[in-house]
């Protein structure tokens, strides 16, 4: 196993801007300031963390009740069908998160829709090319969000593979 | 729930009213151009000194203009964060558990509000049973380094706040096939 090593610089980067990114014509260089480096060098990790695999993107994350329609939804099918069937949900660019947990219903995948009704022929095709019925759990409440929390980097070992 | 057209619109009057003491008087968007910058932003912003200005070229707007918009999203809502989004995977928090509990109607509300106070939820929401096969309606997410961190965290909240009693499952994540961002945008083309 690979390990990556992160700069100072690139966890001080991952800890402040996953909310507030500089909305200004030179952010780097805003975000170089704050952190006493230079815009080349806020660039130059950014785009390491985005190569060691660690950077999902740098954008908005949307409120999914404003943007549209969105629910958790899992499968329960057998193990040695498993990765056969996470690529066949995968194939859906409503899908957007998708993984395998110890249980039962042992796919869990969000689908996300413009629509309620956009998202529920999304559900019924996906029930159509797998052949299972698909467990749908829309959110109804949320008591807490906090996707943007502090990471501990001198607690372990940073992995990647 | 509002279609995508009717909040644009309510997005350009409140834009509209905003932009008289807004330091950036830029021309408002038109729908197609929303749609465009959102499709363009749901993949993340380029890697480039002015991203937001290679974005502004890509949807025929000024970078004035993209950037008030952005800023207006943020402020009505539609956007709750704006940053980096990050691959806990990858940075080693491999451990991570959706622990699901059947609490009574009348009582989720509390109880997600005692597990909102633990530092080490990130998520908490409350979804439908759907009985004989799920009777879990109260969902919160644990990441950790390592599993046996994430089951005594478990432990710890079943023991702070009473939960022997309650019917619960851990699952812990083995396999990611897919994380990314929402696509909200595509579909929404025919709204514009």
Same mark, same amino acid.
């Given at each position: 196993?690979?390990?990556?090593?992160?700069?100072?610089?690139? $966890?001080?980067?991952?800890? $402040?801007?996953?909310?507030?990114?500089?909305?200004?014509?030179?952010?780097?260089?805003?975000?170089?300031?704050?952190?006493?480096?230079?815009?080349?060098?806020?660039?130059? @990790?950014?785009?390491?963390?985005?190569?060691?695999?660690?950077?999902?993107?740098?954008?908005?994350?949307?409120?999914?009740?404003?943007?549209?329609?969105?629910?958790?939804?899992?499968? @329960?099918?057998?193990?040695?069908?498993?990765?056969?069937?996470?690529?066949?949900?995968?194939?859906?660019?409503?899908?957007?998160?998708?993984?395998?947990?110890?249980?039962?219903?042992?796919?869990?995948?969000?689908?996300?829709?413009?629509?309620?009704?956009?998202? @529920? $022929?999304?559900?019924? $095709?996906?029930?159509?090319?797998?052949?299972?019925?698909?467990?749908?759990?829309?959110?109804? @409440?949320?008591?807490?969000?906090?996707?943007?929390?502090?990471?501990?980097?001198?607690?372990?070992?940073?992995?990647?593979? | 729930?509002?279609?995508?057209?009717? /909040?644009?619109?309510?997005?350009?009057?409140?834009?509209?009213?905003?932009?008289?003491?807004?330091?950036?008087?830029?021309?408002?968007?038109?729908?197609?151009?929303?749609?465009?910058?959102?499709?363009?932003?749901?993949?993340?912003?380029?890697?480039?000194?002015?991203?937001?200005?290679?974005?502004?070229?890509?949807?025929?707007?000024?970078?004035?203009?993209?950037?008030?918009?952005?800023?207006? +999203?943020?402020?009505?809502?539609?956007?709750?964060?704006?940053?980096?989004?990050?691959?806990?995977? /990858?940075?080693?928090?491999?451990?991570?558990?959706?622990?699901?509990?059947?609490?009574?109607?009348?009582?989720?509300?509390?109880? #997600?509000?005692?597990?909102?106070?633990?530092?080490?939820?990130?998520?908490?929401?409350?979804?439908?049973?759907?009985?004989?096969? +799920?009777?879990?309606?109260?969902?919160?997410?644990?990441?950790?380094?390592?599993?046996?961190?994430?089951?005594?965290?478990?432990?710890?909240?079943?023991?702070?706040?009473?939960?022997?009693?309650?019917?619960?499952?851990?699952?812990?994540?083995?396999? #990611?096939?897919?994380?990314?961002?929402?696509?909200?945008?595509?579909?929404?083309?025919?709204?514009?």
């Amino acid at each position: 196993m690979m390990t990556t090593l992160l700069t100072l610089l690139e $966890q001080n980067i991952i800890n $402040q801007y996953q909310k507030g990114f500089p909305l200004c014509s030179q952010p780097y260089k805003v975000i170089a300031d704050e952190l006493n480096s230079t815009e080349e060098e806020v660039l130059s @990790a950014i785009l390491k963390l985005d190569d060691a695999g660690i950077l999902s993107r740098i954008g908005p994350v949307f409120n999914h009740k404003k943007a549209g329609s969105s629910t958790l939804a899992a499968l @329960a099918v057998p193990e040695e069908s498993l990765d056969e069937i996470a690529e066949i949900v995968n194939q859906f660019e409503q899908v957007n998160h998708n993984y395998a947990r110890e249980h039962s219903y042992n796919l869990w995948f969000v689908v996300t829709a413009s629509d309620d009704e956009a998202l @529920a $022929q999304v559900i019924e $095709q996906i029930e159509q090319l797998t052949g299972y019925q698909v467990l749908v759990l829309p959110m109804e @409440a949320s008591y807490h969000i906090d996707l943007a929390f502090n990471i501990n980097f001198s607690q372990h070992q940073l992995g990647g593979h | 729930m509002s279609s995508l057209s009717s /909040q644009q619109q309510h997005l350009q009057e409140n834009h509209r009213t905003e932009n008289m003491q807004n330091e950036f008087t830029a021309e408002l968007l038109s729908a197609n151009q929303l749609q465009k910058l959102r499709e363009i932003l749901e993949c993340g912003l380029p890697h480039v000194a002015q991203p937001y200005l290679a974005i502004a070229e890509k949807v025929s707007a000024t970078e004035a203009q993209v950037l008030a918009q952005i800023e207006h +999203w943020q402020t009505d809502g539609l956007v709750k964060r704006f940053g980096l989004v990050v691959k806990h995977r /990858q940075l080693g928090y491999k451990a991570n558990a959706m622990v699901v509990w059947n609490i009574a109607d009348e009582h989720v509300d509390r109880v #997600a509000a005692m597990f909102s106070s633990c530092p080490e939820v990130s998520l908490c929401y409350r979804r439908p049973r759907r009985l004989p096969h +799920w009777p879990y309606n109260l969902f919160c997410m644990i990441h950790g380094t390592d599993r046996s961190i994430v089951l005594a965290q478990i432990d710890a909240m079943v023991e702070k706040f009473s939960l022997q009693d309650i019917e619960k499952d851990i699952l812990f994540s083995f396999k #990611a096939y897919k994380q990314q961002g929402a696509r909200y945008g595509k579909k929404g083309l025919t709204n514009g």
